[in-house]
C-alpha cells in the first residue's frame, strides 16, 4: 500500500471528535481506528499497543542508544462532516480554479496557498466533507516513513518511536500522552501545513471567564435601582482595547478573543481566550480585565463581579531557547535533503508544547495539508512524498 493509497483509506474513517462529550477519546470511533492502526503497524513489523486512554505507541528498535519520536493525531476537527468516501486527485494542478462539485469552487483567487502548489498532485474534497489531512497526512506519511525503516534500519542512526493521539482538534491530544510509554530521546509532531516550514514557538494561553450579577426590579421601579448585568458586560468589553482581537493582529501580536456572550439583567457571563508568545505580556492581558473589572465595580458598586482567570499552555519556545538540539536535528534534515526550511511561530496551540512540558522536547513539521477545518481543504502529494524523504535524512 503506497503513501496515496494509505491516505484515502484512513480519511475514509469517520474520526470526528465532540468537544461536548465527557469521555476520552470523546468518540468511539478513535477507539476503533487506534485499533486499525495497530494491526497496520504490526503488519509492517512495528510493536504497537493502544493504551487505555486511547493513545497508540509503536517502536522498532535498531540498537542504537537513542530514539527519535514521530507524533500524529488521529481525530478531525467537529467542523463539517468527516470519513470522506470520495476525494478526487488532480495531477499536475495547472493552477486554475478547482470544481469541487456544483456548489463549491475553489479559486487560487481565494485561496492563494494554491499558488504554491501548481505543478504538484493534489487530493481535494467533494466540496461536502473535511479532507482529513489534519492530521491523516501526518499518519500516513509516518506510516510511509515506518515502512522504509524496518527494511532499513542498519543506514539509521536512531530507534523509532511513533505515536497517535486522539481529541487533539478539542484540545485534549497531550491529555494522556505519556513520554514513558514513548522512550523517546526527542519527538516531533507532523501537524503543519507546508513542508517547507516547522515550528517551535507557540502562543502562551489563557482563558478567562467574567460573570456578572446585576440587580434586576420592575422596570416601572427601575430608576437608580436596577442594575443591568448584560448593559454592565457590553461596557467591560468596551473597557478591553479594541485592536487587541484576533481579526485585528497578526504574527507575534497577541490578543483578547470574546468568545460568548450570554446574560440577562440579572447574570451575564463573558468568556474570554487571551493569547500572547511573550508570557510578561499575557500577563498584562490578564490584568487589562481586573482593571475593567475594577472600573466597573468602582461605577456600580453594587454589582458583583468575578473574573476567573485560567492558565492553559505554554510557549515551548522558552524550552527551545535553551536546548537547540531538536531544532538543530530539522536543520541537518532539510540541508542533506537540499530543501529549504523556514520556522515561524504558531497563532494557535500545539500538541508538542504540552509534550515539551511534559519532558519531551517536540517541535511541529509540516505534512503537505492545506486549508484545514474546512471543504476547501487539500493536500499535495509531492509534499507528502517529500516529508517522507526529509525525514529519512532526520534518522540517519
Known amino acids: 500500500m503506497d503513501i496515496v493509497e494509505r491516505f484515502k483509506k484512513y480519511i475514509a474513517f469517520d474520526t470526528t471528535s465532540d468537544e461536548n462529550s465527557l ?5 468511539s470511533s478513535e477507539l476503533e481506528f487506534g485499533k486499525i492502526l495497530v494491526n497496520d503497524l504490526k503488519e509492517l513489523g512495528i510493536d504497537a499497543y493502544i493504551d487505555e486512554y486511547g493513545v497508540v505507541y509503536g517502536r522498532c528498535e535498531n540498537g542504537k542508544e537513542k530514539t527519535l519520536g514521530l507524533i500524529s493525531h488521529m481525530d478531525t476537527a467537529p467542523t463539517i462532516a468527516g470519513g470522506i468516501k470520495n476525494p478526487r486527485i ?14 463549491y469552487t475553489m479559486d487560487p483567487k481565494d485561496f492563494p496557498l494554491l499558488n504554491d502548489v501548481v505543478g504538484d498532485d493534489l487530493i481535494v474534497t467533494d466540496g461536502e466533507h473535511l479532507l482529513g489531512g489534519d492530521d491523516k497526512a501526518g499518519i500516513a506519511i509516518i506510516f510511509e516513513f515506518a ?6 534500519k542498519n543506514e539509521f542512526s536512531y530507534n523509532l518511536a511513533i505515536a497517535f493521539t486522539p481529541d487533539e482538534e478539542i484540545g485534549k491530544g497531550a491529555l494522556h500522552f505519556e513520554p514513558s510509554k514513548m522512550k523517546a530521546d526527542l519527538a516531533y509532531t507532523l501537524d503543519g501545513e507546508s513542508i517547507y516550514e516547522a515550528n517551535f514557538e507557540n502562543f502562551n494561553a489563557a482563558s478567562a471567564k467574567v460573570t456578572i450579577t446585576g440587580v434586576g426590579v420592575h422596570t416601572g421601579m427601575a430608576k437608580d435601582i436596577m442594575i443591568n448585568s448584560a448593559l454592565l458586560g457590553i461596557e467591560f468589553n468596551n473597557l478591553l482595547p479594541q485592536d487587541m482581537i484576533p481579526s485585528k493582529t497578526e504574527g507575534y501580536e497577541g490578543f483578547i478573543h470574546l468568545c460568548s456572550f450570554n446574560g440577562d439583567v440579572e447574570k451575564t457571563t463573558l468568556e474570554y481566550i487571551l493569547r500572547d508568545h511573550d508570557k510578561n505580556l499575557l500577563e498584562e492581558k490578564k490584568k487589562m480585565l481586573l482593571s475593567a473589572r475594577n472600573s466597573i465595580l468602582l461605577k456600580y458598586p453594587k454589582a458583583k463581579i468575578d473574573v476567573l482567570i485560567k ?5 515551548m519556545k522558552d524550552y527551545f531557547i535553551h536546548d537547540m538540539s531538536a531544532i538543530n536535528l530539522i536543520n541537518k534534515a532539510y540541508l542533506e535533503s537540499k530543501t529549504k526550511i523556514n520556522y515561524l511561530p504558531i497563532r494557535g496551540g500545539t500538541d508538542g508544547a504540552t509534550i515539551t512540558y511534559k519532558g519531551l522536547p517536540c517541535p511541529n513539521l509540516g505534512v503537505g495539508d492545506f486549508n484545514p477545518h474546512g471543504r476547501f481543504e487539500f493536500v499535495s502529494i509531492n509534499q507528502m512524498k517529500k516529508m517522507v524523504s526529509i525525514l529519512i535524512e532526520m534518522f540517519k
Do not use: F, Q, W
Request: proline letters at 3%; aromatic letters at 16%.
Open 23 to 27: 469521555t476520552y477519546p470523546s468518540v
Open 90 to 103: 488532480i495531477t499536475s494542478y495547472d493552477g486554475k480554479a478547482i470544481k469541487l462539485n456544483d456548489k
Open 147 to 152: 515502512k522504509y525503516y524496518v527494511s532499513h
Open 311 to 315: 492558565d492553559e499552555y505554554r510557549n
